[in-house]
């Protein structure tokens, strides 16, 4: 059974307007509900245990991406020192 096809089962069966169910049908009616609403609530926890694996993913790749950011702007850091200590030199050296 879909959700889709869950709820609207459980509409029908909460509306008294169920001509599904049969002869006893508050009864059976109440046993679908209940069946729906199961499947329902075993759906929504099983989505919240995949938002939560999502979520957590979402915090592995963020630290990454973190440290990626960190090690280019060290090694940016670095090459501008460099860089200046070149010119440095140069200017010192090389022009005279
Ligand atoms: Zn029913």
Do not use: F, H, P, W
Not at 5 to 30: P, V
Not at 46 to 66: G, M, P, V, W
Request: hydrophobic fraction near 25%; proline fraction near 0%; include cysteine.
């Amino acid at each position: 059974m879909t959700v889709k096809e869950a709820i609207e089962r459980l509409k029908l069966c909460s509306e008294n307007q169920c001509n599904i169910c049969g002869r006893y049908e508050k009864e059976e009616c109440m046993l679908e509900r209940n069946r729906c609403e199961t499947i329902l609530l075993n759906l929504i926890q099983k989505q919240d245990t995949e938002i939560n694996k999502l979520k957590e993913e979402n915090e592995r790749l963020k630290y990454s991406c973190a440290k990626a950011t960190e090690i280019i702007e060290e090694y940016a850091n670095e090459t501008e020192n460099d860089i200046k200590k070149l010119i440095e030199y140069q200017e010192k050296y090389l022009d005279n």
